[in-house]
Nanobody
Framework: QVQLVESGGGLVQPGGSLRLSCAAS????????MGWYRQAPGKQRELVAT???????NYTDSVKGRFTASRDNAKNTVYLEMNSLKPEDTAVYYC?????????????WGQGIQVTVSS
């Protein structure tokens, strides 16, 4: 069993910044691809950023150049640095752990954390 706990959300003005954290309950980065998703009211959950097998991050087009995903293996934590935030970034953000293929493991989700961009 793995617990993913997000933190760092809140209310920020347009143009502002926030950093989200997702702490895993144990070391999992060698077994899982970590990612960030978000779900705005009335919309489907969408992928924001995900780490590849090589450890680099891929981003959805709408956040490229503004968001940066990173991870600290020693702390079992992934981060999402969000800059130049826009009202359309308002959503519940979720951390996700997707197992590497062929391992027979299940995926895990964090509880979600609210990010609101508003003046």
């Amino acid at each position: 069993q793995v617990q993913l706990v997000e933190s760092g959300g809140g209310l920020v003005q347009p143009g502002g910044s926030l950093r989200l954290s997702c702490a895993a309950s144990r070391s999992i980065f060698n077994l899982y691809y970590m990612g960030w998703y978000r779900q705005a009211p009335g919309k489907q959950r969408e992928l924001v950023a995900t780490f590849t097998g090589g450890g680099t991050a891929n981003y959805t087009d709408s956040v490229k150049g503004r968001f940066t995903a990173s991870r600290d293996n020693a702390k079992n934590t992934v981060y999402l640095e969000m800059n130049s935030l826009k009202p359309e970034d308002t959503a519940v953000y979720y951390c996700n752990a997707k197992p590497l293929p062929g391992l027979g493991l299940r995926a895990y989700w964090g509880q979600g954390i609210q990010v609101t961009v508003s003046s």
